[in-house]
Nanobody
Framework: VQLQAFGGGLVQAGGSLNLSCTASVSGFRFNSLRWFRQAPGKQREWVATITSVGTTAYVDSVKGRFTISRDNAKNTLYLQMASLKPEDTAVYYC?????WGQGTLVTVST
């Protein structure tokens, strides 16, 4: 299984960024998918989950600003991030079962 995350970059506070994660795995559509992030000097934290039937859940700090979605036909997971804050700066990782993407860096400047 290989997960590859894309879309990170530098953005000003208040801006938007869209992340994607492609998975080379059969049965993609049957699994819950997650985004995590790890800020400098901090532990990795869960950000959002989308189940196989499309139910979503978010950490409180991103509710109303981030949207997780999936395209099963493309084996791709997405994270739309809006109203970004400097505290959103982190390496973002996609997760499927015990597998992790390589991470993509999001930096939000003031």
């Amino acid at each position: 299984v290989q997960l590859q995350a894309f879309g990170g970059g530098l953005v000003q506070a208040g801006g938007s960024l869209n992340l994607s994660c492609t998975a080379s795995v059969s049965g993609f559509r049957f699994n819950s998918l997650r985004w995590f992030r790890q800020a400098p000097g901090k532990q990795r934290e869960w950000v959002a989950t989308i189940t196989s039937v499309g139910t979503t859940a978010y950490v409180d700090s991103v509710k109303g600003r981030f949207t997780i979605s999936r395209d099963n036909a493309k084996n791709t997971l997405y994270l739309q991030m809006a109203s970004l804050k400097p505290e959103d700066t982190a390496v973002y990782y996609c997760n499927l079962m015990t597998f992790w993407g390589q991470g993509t860096l999001v930096t939000v400047s003031t």
